[in-house]
């Protein structure tokens, strides 16, 4: 039986707390790796860490959404980082921008994942409508990952309750972010489900941040572990 993905989010800009973070997951029941974003990312020193990683799966989460040649370029400026195995694109940058980002990431680092993000998972409908959006969530999420599917991208990264409706469109890897433990708080999330909820639903790695990384990081693991039981 294949061990379950978990991605950790180190959301954070100290990096004694990204250390102490990643000490204190290692866990042999667990495939474990560490997302990053752009609070540790622009970080001072924060690149730097990321690429002295070793032996870990890195998820560079930067949401690019920009043109096609800034997105392209963004992309050849991470060729020094050859740890990395995901970055991530916004799906609302468009078809243009999601074709080029797969094709610079082909040439920076073949090892390298496109993953695309749908609508985040802290929006809602009626937050949708307030910038101008006509369409739910759920519309919006197909039109995006029948577009990843067409720009050959590796990956989306959608809320669990959207699960169901990716894994109809795309066969690849489908992250899950959102996710919190039995108890926890939904904090500034909207659309969040549960571990066992996730992978039950097709998720193929999940995404974990305040539920494993605040407080006792080594007593959220065990609880994590018995919920997917």
Known sequence: MKKPKIFVACDTNNINQVKKIISQTKCKDLDIGYKFGLEFFYSKGGREFISKLKRKKIFLD??????SATSSAAIRSLKDLKNISYITVHANAGYETLKAVKKMARK????LKVLVVTILTSFSNS???KIGHTRSVKELVKRQVMLAKKCGCDGIVCAGSDLKIVKKIFKGEIITPGIRLKGDS????VRVTSPSEAFKNGSTSLVMGRSLTKGNIKKNLQKLLQQLI
Do not use: C, G
């Open 62 to 67: 930067l949401k690019i959404s920009d043109i």
């Open 108 to 111: 920076t680092n073949k090892k």
């Open 127 to 129: 937050s949708l409508k």
């Open 186 to 189: 939904s904090n500034d999330q």
